[in-house]
Each structure stands twice: as C-alpha cells, then as structure tokens.
C-alpha cells in the first residue's frame, strides 16, 4: 500500500530539483523509454531510509559532474505502482530493487546499481562511481 | 562489522542484503531484517543448495551481485545453529567482465 502523498512529497521535490523528471504514469514512461537515443538514466525511488536516503543525494552530486546523461528520469517504488512496473519491464534480466539506478545508452542498460550497491555506503562514494558511469557511457551525448 | 544505522533502535544490518553461509552447506541472500533467539530474520530471500542448484555457490552470489536479488521467499527465519557467516553482497565483485 502506498505510503500517504504528503509524506513521501519531498522525496519526489528532491529529485526534481536535482532536475529529473517524473513519470508517473506508464504512457509517460513509454514516451521517455520506448525508442531511446542517446543516454538516459533512471532513477528508481524509494522511501526506505536505509538506501534512499543516500541514494538520492548521490545523485544529485553525480548529476554536478560535467560529464551526465541526456535525460534524467525517475519513477516512485511502492507509489506510483504502475509507472514503476512498467519501466522496470525496460530493465531486462535484472532483478527488482529500489532504490536503485539504471543508465542507458540507446536504449540499453549499460550500468546498473542495485540496492545492495547503495546500502550503507555515504553518497559522495555512490556518486564517485555514478560519475565514472557518465565519463564512459555519456562523453559524447552529454547535454 | 562497520556500517550505518539509519533507523535508530535497528541493529547494524538492518535493511543491508546480506548472503548467509548455511550449516547444511546452502546459501541465503535477501535483506537483514534483525537477530533475535529465534534467529536471523531476512526479507526477499533468494536461495541456493548446494549439490542442487547450479551454477555453483560462488556462481550464484556473483550472478545476484550483477543482476539483483530474485526474491523467491518473503521472508524467512534461520536459526542460529544454522548460519556460518553473514557477509554483505556488496563485498562481491559486480563488474561486468
């Protein structure tokens, strides 16, 4: 069951003023990851404090290197049930988790960094392996 | 073991994925939910017997390393004598190779 709105509002604020977008639906997720070009990476949210809390600032610093992907996405785990399912389906042969963080180039997953990759390890050192994601896959398409 | 308490009161590994080297020779993986008398409780729990399953346990834990936690059980309750050693799964290598 979803957890109530209010709470879990600023947690999807924080990740739009880091700048991603949130797709809340799942024609809004076909639009975003159906047919990609160039590089996207998608952040899976989540209310857990053991991993999302440090989830997400780690990408908020990650998205501060000068080198990031073209579009920034994310969708809500446990809230927004469908939109999440659906650009999970865009995550073949990996397994579920949130918080958790997909980059693709082209429409394939070419890093993936599950829950068991955020859990207990501070921000800056997520963030340090986000951005040697974005120096390899997104050198030539970053925005 | 060093590691964070995000939720005060938890234990240290509460909510870290964890592989559990059984007595019986298996392997769990899932989320550390706490440890009490009646033993160590894990959420979304893969599993993997030895001499059954294939690939092989090493296999096993890195494949779950590089791709995520296939949660077959729920939940689930080891009793003390049963588990060897507990290790987080990020102590195992998932590059792609």
């Known amino acids: 069951m979803p957890y109530d709105p209010r709470l879990v509002q600023p947690m999807r604020d924080e990740m739009v003023r880091m700048g991603a977008q949130e797709l809340k639906t799942v024609p809004e997720v076909d639009l975003a990851l159906g047919d990609?070009?160039?590089?996207?990476?998608?952040?899976?949210?989540?209310?857990?404090?053991?991993?999302?809390?440090?989830?997400?600032?780690?990408?908020?610093?990650?998205?501060?290197?000068?080198?990031?992907?073209?579009?920034?996405?994310?969708?809500f785990a446990g809230q927004d049930l469908e939109a999440t399912s659906?650009?999970?389906?865009?995550?073949?042969?990996?397994?579920?988790?949130?918080?958790?963080?997909?980059?693709?180039?082209?429409?394939?997953?070419?890093?993936?960094?599950?829950?068991?990759?955020?859990?207990?390890?501070?921000?800056?050192?997520?963030?340090?392996?986000?951005?040697?994601?974005?120096?390899?896959?997104?050198?030539?398409?970053?925005? | 073991m060093s590691g964070h308490v995000f939720h005060s009161g938890h234990q240290e590994l509460h909510g870290i994925t964890v592989v559990l080297d059984l007595e019986a020779g298996g392997i769990c993986i899932g989320r550390f939910d706490r440890e009490d008398e009646s033993g160590v409780h894990l959420l979304n729990v893969s599993r993997h017997t030895a001499g059954v399953d294939d690939p092989s346990p090493e296999a096993f834990i890195r494949h779950t390393a590089r791709f995520g936690v296939r949660a077959d059980e729920k939940a689930v309750v080891l009793p003390p004598a049963s588990v060897l050693r507990i290790r987080r799964l990020s102590e195992f290598d998932s590059a792609v190779p």
């Open chain 1, 36 to 75: 990609q070009k160039g590089t996207t990476l998608v952040f899976v949210n989540s209310v857990c404090g053991c991993a999302a809390g440090n989830a997400r600032p780690s990408l908020a610093l990650a998205l501060a290197h000068q080198v990031r992907p073209q579009h920034v996405v994310t969708v």
């Open chain 1, 86 to 143: 659906r650009a999970r389906q865009y995550f073949s042969g990996y397994q579920p988790s949130s918080p958790s963080m997909a980059l693709f180039r082209d429409g394939e997953v070419v890093h993936m960094i599950h829950r068991h990759q955020i859990e207990g390890r501070p921000p800056q050192a997520i963030a340090t392996e986000l951005a040697a994601a974005f120096d390899r896959y997104c050198a030539t398409s970053s925005v």
